[in-house]
T-cell receptor, first 109, second 115 residues
Framework: QKEVEQDPGPLSVPEGAIVSLNCTYS??????FMWYRQYSRKGPELLMY????GNKEDGRFTAQVDKSSKYISLFIRDSQPSDSATYLCAMKGFNKFYFGSGTKLNVKP | DAGITQSPRHKVTETGTPVTLRCHQT?????MYWYRQDPGHGLRLIHYSYGVKDTDKGEVSDGYSVSRSKTEDFLLTLESATSSQTSVYFC??????????????FGEGSRLTVL
């Protein structure tokens, strides 16, 4: 079983839609949760991070962590074509980062 | 942007030849990582370093070795490249604060093709 599972998509939505991206994980020791955005032929860049459970909002982006269900989500409101990218969830456990396989998102104008 | 430079950015080589990828950072971060990214597998950790001359294996370390003689440089070596090592390789750095947090910052990637 992989440490982190993520639906690879691809996910195609119209501009302005609300997007929901999700990951599940198996290690209950994970405390630090991240979302990375990766544009084509670029390195991943940190989008949001959350420590332990709860919600965090940054502009159009909201990250949620439910540790009881081992489930994390990223919501994108009013999605834009510039949001088209691959989104990777990640978790940290003692010096190591564990990544999902990424969900490819396409926002159509 | 975090100061991470990977070289070379692109390389084509033949099976059986040695290859070295270099990662250079200007952030003075303690931790450095090498990942490979392949379709359907996402990012997989090859090796990481937690200080000068201190390294450890990741989940896909077979066929790879690393060295870190200076804080700023982390080298990944394929002693005898195979076609299965065709991939995009990313270097990443992080620092660990007293809450054991610390984001991971990535380089631009090195695209390696082994013929």
């Amino acid at each position: 079983q992989k440490e982190v599972e993520q639906d690879p998509g691809p996910l195609s939505v119209p501009e302005g839609a609300i997007v929901s991206l999700n990951c599940t994980y198996s290690n209950s020791a994970f405390q630090y949760f991240m979302w990375y955005r990766q544009y084509s032929r670029k390195g991943p860049e940190l989008l949001m991070y959350t420590y332990s459970s709860g919600n965090k909002e940054d502009g159009r982006f909201t990250a949620q962590v439910d540790k009881s269900s081992k489930y994390i989500s990223l919501f994108i409101r009013d999605s834009q074509p510039s949001d088209s990218a691959t989104y990777l969830c990640a978790m940290k456990g003692f010096n190591k980062f564990y990544f999902g396989s990424g969900t490819k998102l396409n926002v159509k104008p | 942007d975090a100061g991470i430079t990977q070289s070379p950015r692109h390389k084509v080589t033949e099976t059986g030849t040695p290859v070295t990828l270099r990662c250079h950072q200007t952030e003075n971060h303690r931790y450095m990582y090498w990942y490979r990214q392949d379709p359907g597998h996402g990012l997989r950790l090859i090796h990481y370093s937690y200080g000068v001359k201190d390294t450890d294996k990741g989940e896909v370390s077979d066929g790879y070795s690393v060295s870190r003689s200076k804080t700023e440089d982390f080298l990944l070596t394929l002693e005898s490249a195979t076609s299965s090592q065709t991939s995009v390789y990313f270097c990443a750095i992080s620092e660990r604060d007293r809450w054991d947090t610390g984001e991971l910052f990535f380089g631009e990637g090195s695209r390696l093709t082994v013929l």
